[in-house]
């Protein structure tokens, strides 16, 4: 990703989470991270598809100690990653929310606005996955 890009994604996503810490580094063409004060948080890989341009995002919380593996996320887990992404983002204002009819995963929202989805994975804990759409970067800089 060029330099512009990265530019482009890390105002978006600071602007969205409400951090000014919040950067983006190129890693290659199609691969990037997420920084957060200079810290690696996230890995964000770049999608062109039939012309059409998008980014995701996969930021892995650990799992709390002793946890087992496939348990559903419930209102405690919930509450733990919110707690999580909160302080690994800077973002105050995220909010982890039940989906309705599925216990494996939750949604993610920043005042009103969906950001994305929290899903167990076995290996390594649960995993945030943020897309972002070109058009949602229109008028950053």
Same mark, same amino acid.
């Given at each position: 990703?060029?330099?512009?890009?990265?530019?482009?994604?890390?105002?978006? %996503?600071?602007?969205?989470?409400?951090?000014?810490?919040? #950067?983006?580094?190129? @890693? #290659?063409?199609?691969?990037?991270?997420?920084?957060?004060?200079?810290?690696?948080?996230?890995? %964000?890989?770049?999608?062109?598809?039939?012309?059409?341009?998008?980014?995701? =995002?996969?930021?892995?919380?650990?799992?709390?100690?002793?946890? @087992? @593996?496939?348990?559903? =996320?419930?209102?405690?887990?919930?509450?733990?990653?919110?707690?999580?992404?909160?302080?690994?983002?800077?973002?105050?204002?995220?909010?982890?929310?039940?989906?309705?009819?599925?216990?494996? #995963?939750?949604?993610?929202?920043?005042?009103?606005?969906?950001?994305?989805?929290?899903?167990?994975?076995?290996?390594?804990?649960?995993?945030?996955?943020?897309? =972002?759409?070109?058009?949602?970067?229109?008028?950053?800089?």
């Amino acid at each position: 990703m060029n330099a512009a890009e990265c530019t482009r994604l890390g105002a978006y %996503l600071s602007k969205l989470l409400g951090s000014p810490t919040v #950067s983006v580094v190129s @890693k #290659s063409a199609e691969e990037a991270d997420v920084l957060v004060d200079g810290k690696r948080v996230a890995g %964000l890989l770049r999608d062109e598809d039939e012309g059409e341009l998008s980014y995701s =995002i996969g930021l892995t919380v650990p799992p709390a100690p002793g946890a @087992k @593996k496939g348990a559903p =996320i419930d209102a405690a887990e919930r509450a733990r990653l919110q707690a999580a992404l909160r302080a690994t983002l800077h973002a105050a204002d995220l909010d982890v929310r039940e989906r309705p009819r599925k216990t494996d #995963s939750a949604e993610v929202y920043v005042h009103s606005e969906f950001v994305g989805t929290v899903s167990a994975d076995d290996d390594e804990g649960q995993v945030l996955t943020m897309s =972002i759409l070109e058009m949602d970067l229109d008028g950053e800089e």
